[in-house]
């Protein structure tokens, strides 16, 4: 399954200058237990914010240049579809981990979405998600994490 996961404040804010706006543990605690044990993927930059791989987790970074890390944790794809061409022999969720443009990328794969809101506006923030990114999906499960904070799990509609 590809599983969007995004922290997204009460202005749809997710970055500023190239890192996440805000730290919060729960939130961070969250995302390590969804995620471990299954792929991320994320664009060049979101690798750069985060400054090495995660472990226990099979770290895609989408790049059309080679000079993306070379090191054996992390498997470098120039596209989209070659992560969906992936997919098809990994026995694991592959998670969507940003950024904005990654995110839009996959916007018609992802099937469900594990967004974390966080209770701030972020005035100078400059990656924000698209306000309608949920419009085809369902809230089906909510969980409230500490410092405000609650994800909301949201499934595609089905036809």
Known sequence: MIVGI???AKNFAIGKDGKLPWHHSADLKFFKETTTGNAIVMGANTYRSIGKPLPNRLNIVLSRNSSVDRVPE????SDKDEVLDLAQYLTRDIY?????????SFADH??????TDVPDDVVEADVFMPE?????F?????RDLSDGLHVRTMQRWKD
């Open 110 to 115: 992802i099937e469900k979405w594990f967004v």
């Open 138 to 142: 369902t809230e089906t499960a909510r």
């Open 132 to 136: 309608n990114f949920l419009d085809d």
């Open 74 to 77: 992390i498997m470098r794809l």
């Open 96 to 104: 969507i981990i940003g950024g904005a443009e990654v995110f839009k």
């Open 6 to 8: 995004v922290a997204i």
